[in-house]
């Protein structure tokens, strides 16, 4: 069992930059793949980034050079720097995670461990 729990989010205009964060407790050696996705009102949950256990990165097109997936193996945090935010970013974000990965995945159903969301708002 993995509990993952983020922070970080909040309001912020156009062209800002917040940083999400997410701890990951219990299990976590055993899932060191995970993910950062999205859903905005009205609109199906989407991958936003991906990290495998190597730490290769995947992206999103629509975030590809604004938004950056790290994370600190020794603290059990995963983060999501958002610059360059725009209105469209809107959205409640969630950290995930599962095993282990060598490839990062950015598909709902590849991960069964999901935190409970935090507000992402860009207003312009």
């Known amino acids: 069992q993995v509990q993952l729990v983020e922070s970080g989010g909040g309001s912020v205009q156009a062209g800002g930059s917040l940083r999400l964060s997410c701890a990951a407790s219990?299990?976590?050696?055993?899932?060191?793949?995970m993910g950062w996705f999205r859903q905005a009102p009205g609109k199906e949950r989407e991958g936003v980034a991906g990290?495998?256990?190597?730490?290769?990165?995947s992206y999103a097109d629509s975030v590809k050079g604004r938004f950056t997936i790290s994370k600190d193996n020794t603290k059990n945090i995963l983060y999501l720097q958002l610059n360059s935010l725009k209105p469209e970013d809107t959205a409640m974000y969630y950290c995930?995670?599962?095993?282990?990965?060598?490839?990062?995945?950015?598909?709902?159903?590849?991960?069964?461990?999901w935190g409970q969301g935090i507000q992402v708002t860009v207003s312009s």
């Open positions: 990290i495998d256990t190597a730490g290769s990165t």
């Open positions: 995930a995670a599962d095993g282990v990965c060598y490839g990062p995945r950015q598909k709902e159903s590849d991960f069964g461990y």
């Open positions: 219990g299990d976590t050696g055993r899932s060191t793949c």
